[in-house]
């Protein structure tokens, strides 16, 4: 039972274009969401994060977006770059849940140039 | 401020035997987690450790273990290794502070069973 889905295994983009990337979660006790970038032979690296009490978080180049009526979130990559092409993993916690991380199996990214 | 640093980076086990994993929590943090990634999935939560305590734990039999010491670094043990251990072992750090907060990864352990 995945609880965090990730259902598009991979996007390619163009350089300067917009990356929209998507993930769907089903547990409603999820209040807490981070995305994270995993080049391959290194472990994963925080990019942002959302709590449930925010529809929206931006930092630089990176959106995020929360509808949690849709149980729905994406991340925006504005402009992308060749740099980018990594794995994102769409992560979730739960108050109570000690702060544990469901996340998502991953979508592989890549930005031509 | 030193990161996550996880010991060794690659290994090659038989199956049956026992395995130690270690992992060095960044600078200031009193939390860990053990992930269990397989290949093309997403890392699986396998337990974690706040002031050396077990305080969580995932869908893994008993033969996964873990300890944290006074200084926070941790140790996952494996026993009785099957071949579907075989998978990235990713120690994650992060400071409890009562409310959700992101975890900083290690840079991972490649376990083969063979």
């Known amino acids: 039972d995945q609880q965090v889905k990730q259902n598009s295994p991979s996007l390619s983009v163009q350089e300067g274009r917009i990356s929209i990337l998507n993930c769907d979660y089903t547990?409603?006790?999820?209040?807490?969401f981070l995305w994270y970038k995993k080049y391959p032979a290194e472990g994963p690296t925080f990019l942002i994060s959302?709590?449930?009490?925010?529809d929206k978080n931006e930092d630089g180049r990176f959106t995020v977006f929360l509808n949690k009526s849709a149980k729905h979130l994406s991340l925006h990559i504005v402009p992308s770059q060749p740099g980018d092409s990594a794995v994102y993993f769409c992560?979730?916690?739960?108050?109570?849940?000690?702060?544990?991380?469901?996340f998502g199996k991953g979508t592989l990214l890549t930005v031509n140039p | 401020e030193t990161g996550v640093t996880q010991s060794p980076t690659h290994l090659i086990k038989t199956r049956g035997q026992q395995v130690t994993l270690r992992c060095s929590s960044q600078?200031?943090?009193?939390?860990v987690s053990w992930y269990q990634q397989a290949l093309g999935q997403g890392p699986q939560f396998i337990f974690q450790?706040?002031?050396?305590?077990?305080?969580g734990r995932g869908n893994f039999p008993p033969r996964f273990s873990g300890l944290q010491f006074p200084n926070y670094s941790s140790e996952l043990n494996v026993n009785a290794l099957e071949l579907d251990d075989s998978a990235l072992y990713l120690c994650?750090?992060?400071?409890?502070?009562?409310?959700?907060?992101?975890?900083?990864f290690g840079q991972g352990t490649r376990l083969t069973v063979v």
């Open positions: 994650a750090s992060s400071y409890r502070q009562g409310v959700n907060t992101e975890a900083f």
């Open positions: 547990n409603s006790m999820f209040d807490y």
């Open positions: 959302i709590s449930s009490i925010k």
């Open positions: 992560a979730a916690s739960a108050e109570g849940s000690n702060y544990k991380l469901t």
């Open positions: 600078s200031g943090h009193n939390t």
């Open positions: 450790y706040y002031r050396e305590e077990e305080n």
